[in-house]
């Protein structure tokens, strides 16, 4: 125990002394395959020993990844590095990776490494090379994103000793060789931080794969848990049975459940050559994907394929709902992604045919994201009329009902979302299915109140936006009531959009756990939601009451326990079995974002998360909408 303690001080002080002179460097970068330049290196040398050596020899790899995150030759100088060149990279962070053949018996160190060239590199895949430069560690999203770093090699002199040379046999990634348990507690000392800590390949996931960091890996024939995306890239697992459901996912069901046989795959093949694979939730990448073994910004340790196996389809089905029953009333949420008239007809086309046919005409229908009249253009507009019309007809057109509306425009740039667009939520509701009671005062800044109205609880404003001047709102949507009645019982429908999940800490972040600093808001919104909703019961103990919307958080999160403070809500997804419960997927996570939460006089409905969108590579939103059925 000496031993490790005292080994881990001395890498904290590197760390420390690495990050005083600049070497744990990176920034953001504008999309998933493009990284930014790793700055210069200081010449100061944290560590000891003469540079570019070791007392064995000539410095090889595994010297220089070492068994902590950071590399004990961090700001260095190292001169006579070889190996095989497994992968080379022309496009974004443009490099090449290669490893020694010969690798030590510790399990801890790579015998991989990255070097960046910062133009693309003149090496080729076989090449035995020799390489000189400086040790950095680059932090993809820059040292205040919270995330590991990258060992490299920067400003590197490279000569080609010879080519054709047979690769380093691959180490497969499997779900034998991953651990069950995916992260070290970070150590309090060092802010919770896992960085100094020495690696446990056959403990943790994340130091497993911390361990293979610049090897040539491979996966056999793999389930799809992550759609192809915009930036050509898919996930996958490599453990097929770990909380998957029954569409091909993984679901994502409390924060010690971080589904460690996760992957992502990118393509070190230009698209111009080979166009990335289109793949949904629940395919299979067959055969045998192999490369090098990267660490990114946006998802963490990715493999960048030299060999990239076949998309096998499985033809995944978008869900369609039932139909409400006459007497049932049917209340949906849907994020529609910033609707603005600018986008093309398609989408608004696709949008209502889903409404229609998969949600089955909800006789309301909460929406998040919808901009105003010009959409991201800033130039001080903030109606929707245009945008709402557009859609209301095109439901129309898709054979749906004549929906009628209501919302409240937000002020100028007030309410966060994409610079210009002012996005809101709006009702949708069917008049012939049921009324909206308008009272006339609402508006951005007046609070709607309850009062009391022949022994029954109502609104002030209808619609009106609830205590839309309280610090919880800053830079983010307010919450939009209105009153409906069905069959003559009241209904009061919150609809919401609460902060985002921006600026958290990533599942691979350094520190374990992650820092999840967004919640502050949203715990603080669904406290004045809250709020809200007990004044309703305790004017009208058994009123309906329906808190719906884009809630940014999981089912099991704080913000839902806050939601739910004092029984006056339940979360009305945990009345779907467990691999049921999601609205989103990210990074190869199925997880709950959208929710719809019931007063306690709804103790009787029908849930339904309607998944059209977020297991698709093809997709109208990026979340699936939310039906709730009961009778009032």
């Not at 089905?317 to 093309?344: I, K, S, W």
């Not at 610079?419 to 012939?432: A, H, T, Y």
Request: glycine fraction near 10%; charge should be negative; proline fraction near 7%.
């Amino acid at each position: 125990m000496p031993a490790a303690s005292s080994r881990t001080t001395a890498v904290s002080a590197v760390v420390t002394a690495a990050l005083a002179a600049g070497l744990l460097t990176g920034a953001a970068t504008t999309s998933a395959s493009a990284a930014p330049s790793a700055s210069a290196a200081s010449p100061s040398s944290p560590g000891s020993g003469p540079s570019g050596s070791s007392a064995d020899g000539p410095v090889r790899i595994h010297d220089i990844q070492g068994s902590t995150r950071i590399s004990p030759l961090v700001g260095r100088q190292v001169s006579g590095v070889t190996g095989i060149v497994t992968g080379v990279r022309t496009y974004g962070s443009k490099g090449f990776w290669f490893q020694d053949p010969r690798p030590d018996a510790d399990p801890a160190t790579s015998e991989g490494i990255f070097v960046f060239t910062s133009s693309a590199p003149t090496v080729a895949v076989g090449d035995a090379v020799t390489v000189s430069g400086t040790v950095t560690e680059y932090v993809p999203g820059g040292v205040a994103s919270g995330n590991q770093s990258l060992t490299q090699i920067s400003k590197p002199t490279v000569e080609v000793v010879s080519s054709g040379n047979p690769l380093p046999a691959p180490v497969t990634i499997s779900a034998r060789s991953v651990p069950s348990r995916y992260a070290p507690a970070g150590d309090p000392a060092a802010g919770g931080s896992v960085n100094a800590l020495p690696l446990a390949p056959s403990r943790c996931a994340l130091d497993h794969y911390e361990s293979l960091e610049g090897m040539n890996v491979r996966i056999g024939s793999a389930r799809v848990v992550g759609a192809t995306d915009p930036y050509a890239e898919l996930w996958v697992t490599v453990k097929p049975h770990e909380h998957a459901n029954r569409r091909g996912g993984t679901v994502y069901g409390s924060y010690d459940a971080q589904n460690t046989g996760r992957l992502q795959i990118q393509s070190l093949v230009p698209l111009a050559e080979r166009p990335f694979p289109t793949a949904d939730v629940g395919d299979v990448l067959s055969g045998t994907t192999e490369g090098p073994l990267d660490f990114n910004q946006y998802g963490g340790y990715t493999l960048t394929a030299r060999t990239l196996g076949e998309v096998t389809g499985k033809g995944l089905r978008r869900e369609t709902t039932r139909e409400q029953r006459r007497g049932e009333l049917a209340v949906a949420t849907y994020n529609v992604e910033n609707l603005d008239p600018t986008d093309p007809q398609e989408k608004f086309d696709a949008l209502a045919a889903a409404v229609v046919n998969n949600l089955a005409s909800p006789d309301i229908v909460a929406l998040e994201e919808i901009q105003d009249d010009n959409g991201a253009k800033d130039d001080g507009t903030v109606s929707a009329d245009r945008t709402v019309a557009k859609f209301v007809d095109a439901i129309v057109a898709a054979g749906g009902p004549a929906y009628q509306w209501r919302s409240v425009d937000p002020q100028d740039k007030k309410d966060g979302g994409e610079p210009g667009g002012n996005i809101r939520q709006v009702f949708l509701f069917d008049p012939e299915r049921v009324s909206f009671t308008d009272r006339a005062g609402g508006d951005a800044t007046t609070a709607t109140g309850v009062v009391r109205e022949r022994g029954r609880a109502a609104l002030t404003h209808s619609p009106g936006r609830i205590d839309p001047a309280n610090a919880a709102w800053e830079n983010s949507r307010k919450p939009l009531v209105g009153e409906f009645v069905f069959r003559g019982r009241t209904v009061f429908v919150v609809a919401n959009h609460f902060a985002s999940k921006g600026g958290d800490e990533s599942l691979v972040s350094q520190h374990q756990p992650p820092t999840r600093s967004s919640e502050v808001q949203r715990h603080a919104q669904a406290g004045v939601v809250n709020t809200f909703v007990k004044k309703l019961l305790s004017v009208q103990r058994n009123a309906d009451v329906l808190v719906v919307g884009d809630i940014n958080d999981f089912e099991f999160s704080g913000t839902t326990k806050t939601l739910t403070a004092g029984g006056v809500l339940y979360p009305a997804v945990r009345s779907l079995p467990r691999a049921e419960r999601y609205s989103y997927v990210y990074q190869g996570n199925s997880q709950v974002l959208d929710q719809i939460l019931t007063s306690p006089a709804i103790d009787d409905f029908e849930y339904d998360s309607v998944h059209i969108n977020a297991e698709f590579a093809a997709q109208n939103s990026d979340h699936d909408p939310q039906v709730l059925r009961f009778r009032p």
